[in-house]
């Protein structure tokens, strides 16, 4: 451009005289930086949000958007396999939907724009995918720019609790997003199970998101365990003998430490705990009188085989499976056309349930988290059919 500039000079300088050249230089110099802030403007005053997923579940937010919002009231983009770099037809759009990979990929490019902008809102969807801090699918996400940062996630700690720390470095939720700050005063009185770390945790995270090992630095005593108590052992045994299921009754999950009270109820350990806080600490169910030395820890139970077993006949069935054939059979009989979506916390569960409901004559899809995007749209595809 100076190059153009200079030689239009010489032309004005032939006709019109070094004043109306000057007068030139500082029209088009202006003109020029006019145009290069508006350029900047427009890279930190985006009203555009970008959500980053798994590429399992982009098909989801896509269907869920399109279902949630009236048709034309959002500009949606999928920056995904093939994807335009220019960043002003990215900037006309509501919402950016990307995955974790495509923006590792794009880290170590200057020319990425998904660097360059200043978003207004970052979405980490399933963000425990993050956890590994030294990842460069996890650097590629806290190098985002944006006003505002969101992370979504039921499991913010699978492993360990450093996996947490990922989550505070993109929140950039200090003092806990410095890493000497968190090893010093978190991680550090945790490894040594020290109640004052757990204190410290509790401000980043929900006490009922915390894995079973960091839960059990709460406890002040152990809980003795039920086979000290043989009367309460022959009751368990009965119980699973009748092939009931030990779903807590207070949170309606499979508990991963399973507590039996002196009246024979079954509880999460979390659950019960929290109901011995109280004033008057009672059973829930039963409304007995409970204190610490009537919890009683129970076995672990057997985790079933994954591969569902073909012979029917011989699989014993329980009361709430028993239960939800009824139910499923009912509603076939009263409406053929009827289909019913069954869920389930655990995908073995799923699968032990084929086997009785195709014996029923029901038709089965299954769509869990170890299936591929492609394998997901064909059953979903098919569901509404």
């Not at 983009?77 to 939907?97: A, F, Q, S």
């Not at 757990?198 to 915390?210: E, G, K």
């Amino acid at each position: 451009m100076l190059d153009r500039l200079l030689v239009q000079g010489s032309a004005n300088l032939a006709t019109k005289g070094l004043k109306a050249l000057a007068r030139n230089v500082k029209l088009m110099l202006e003109t020029t930086m006019m145009t290069f802030c508006s350029t900047k403007m427009k890279l930190f005053s985006t009203k555009t949000t970008l959500v980053v997923c798994p590429s399992s579940v982009l098909t989801t937010w896509i269907a869920q958007l399109e279902q949630h919002t009236r048709p034309g009231s959002l500009q949606v983009y999928l920056y995904h396999g093939d994807r335009t770099k220019d960043m002003e037809v990215l900037l006309r759009h509501d919402i950016i939907l990307t995955t974790y990979k495509t923006l590792s990929l794009e880290f170590s490019s200057p020319a990425s724009p998904l660097k360059e902008i200043e978003w207004l809102r970052v979405i980490l969807d399933e963000a425990h995918v993050i956890k590994n801090f030294a990842s460069q699918q996890t650097k590629a996400v806290i190098d985002l720019k944006a006003k505002w940062r969101w992370v979504v996630t039921g499991t913010p700690i699978q492993n360990t609790s450093f996996d947490l720390f990922s989550l505070m470095a993109f929140l950039k939720f200090q003092p806990f997003s410095i890493k000497n700050y968190w090893q010093s005063i978190v991680q550090r009185p945790l490894d040594q199970g020290s109640p004052s770390g757990i204190s410290r945790l509790q401000i980043c995270n929900n006490v009922a998101l915390f894995p079973p090992d960091l839960k059990s630095l709460l406890l002040v005593n152990s809980i003795e365990d039920v086979s000290m108590n043989p009367e309460l052992l022959k009751k368990l045994a009965l119980m699973l003998e009748d092939g009931d299921d030990f779903d807590c009754p207070v949170c309606l999950s499979p508990p991963t430490k399973t507590i039996i009270t002196c009246c024979a109820h079954i509880f999460c350990q979390p659950c019960i705990l929290k109901t011995l806080k109280t004033l008057n600490p009672r059973c829930p169910i039963c409304r007995h009188s409970l204190s610490k030395s009537d919890l009683f820890l129970a076995p672990p139970t057997k985790v079933p085989d994954e591969n569902p077993i073909a012979d029917v006949s011989r699989i014993p069935i329980s009361s709430k499976v028993s239960a939800l054939l009824n139910l499923l059979l009912a509603s076939k009989k009263q409406r053929a056309s009827t289909k019913s979506i069954v869920f389930s916390q655990f995908r073995k569960m799923l699968i032990l349930l084929e086997a009785p409901l195709r014996a029923a004559g029901l038709g089965v899809l299954r769509l869990d988290g170890s299936m591929s995007m492609k394998k997901r749209t064909q059953v979903i595809r098919t569901w509404l059919e």
